[in-house]
């Protein structure tokens, strides 16, 4: 028909909007708490504390079980010090922590673009998520840090990623020494406690999540004095307090009536 009429070429010019794209999302302070939800959902992932994390690494390393499993020669070996390489159960870790650190810079990008044209109205929300999300980014980088990083303040760290990769060399970071490591977490805590006031929810991170992250960062970091400000500020002004034996008996095993209690900061 378009033969016999002269129809133009840009008929064929169509925008599925039932799809996401850059040109339609993030459009609402909705579509910015999706994203900040997957970032928070990192968390289930199996190779973190959805399933490996306890386990089959931390627990095994830090000799919390010592096992005499005969069927599994990986477990073994990292139960006595051990872990290979190439042993997905301590590999899994790597891929799906950093999985979290890509999520929370992809979503700080899609904050950016949307502050462009989100109303003014909107500023305190917009500034909560995006301290949830430094504060996620801090957190994940934490963890990758505990089971990859040397102890040592000039040892091998992870690599420290803050920006979304846009190519194959920008995946390409070298591992930073752990004291940069604890600079970057220092940054995004810091940064996070500023963007987090007013935030009260419980089930996400707030002001005193970044803050006793904080502490506990400076206190590795070998900077005491400053662990010492932030400890006392959580003490003395977060509502916290320590909870009884029997709630500290069952907080750890799955029961939501102890999940959120008096001593819980994130």
Not at 95 to 114: P, V
Request: proline share 3%.
């Amino acid at each position: 028909t378009c033969a016999w009429t002269g129809c133009k070429s840009s008929f064929l010019d169509l925008q599925d909007t039932g799809s996401i794209s850059p040109e339609n999302f993030p459009k609402s302070l909705a579509d910015i708490d999706q994203l900040v939800t997957s970032v928070y959902a990192v968390q289930h992932e199996r190779g973190f504390l959805g399933y490996y994390w306890f386990g089959y690494s931390n627990y095994c390393l830090d000799h919390t079980v010592d096992m005499q499993w005969k069927q599994d020669e990986s477990w073994i070996d990292i139960s006595i010090g051990r872990a290979q390489l190439d042993d997905q159960k301590v590999e899994y870790e790597w891929r799906d922590i950093s999985k979290g650190i890509y999520f929370a810079n992809t979503t700080l990008d899609a904050i950016k673009q949307y502050r462009a044209i989100a109303p003014a109205s909107e500023k305190q929300a917009i500034d909560n998520k995006e301290g949830e999300v430094l504060f996620l980014r801090g957190f994940y980088l934490w963890n990758l840090e505990e089971l990859y990083g040397q102890p040592d303040l000039d040892g091998m760290g992870v690599p420290i990623i803050k920006s979304t990769p846009k190519n194959l060399q920008d995946m390409s970071v070298p591992r930073a020494t752990t004291g940069e490591c604890y600079q970057a977490m220092i940054e995004d805590f810091k940064q996070a406690a500023q963007l987090l006031a007013g935030q009260e929810d419980n089930h996400r991170a707030t002001v005193w999540s970044a803050k006793a992250a904080l502490a506990k960062v400076y206190l590795f970091d070998n900077k005491q004095d400053s662990a010492k400000i932030y400890l006392e500020d959580c003490i003395n002004n977060s509502g916290k307090k320590l909870v009884d034996f029997n709630s500290y008996r069952n907080m750890f095993d799955g029961d939501v009536n102890y999940e959120y209690n008096s001593e819980s900061f994130f």
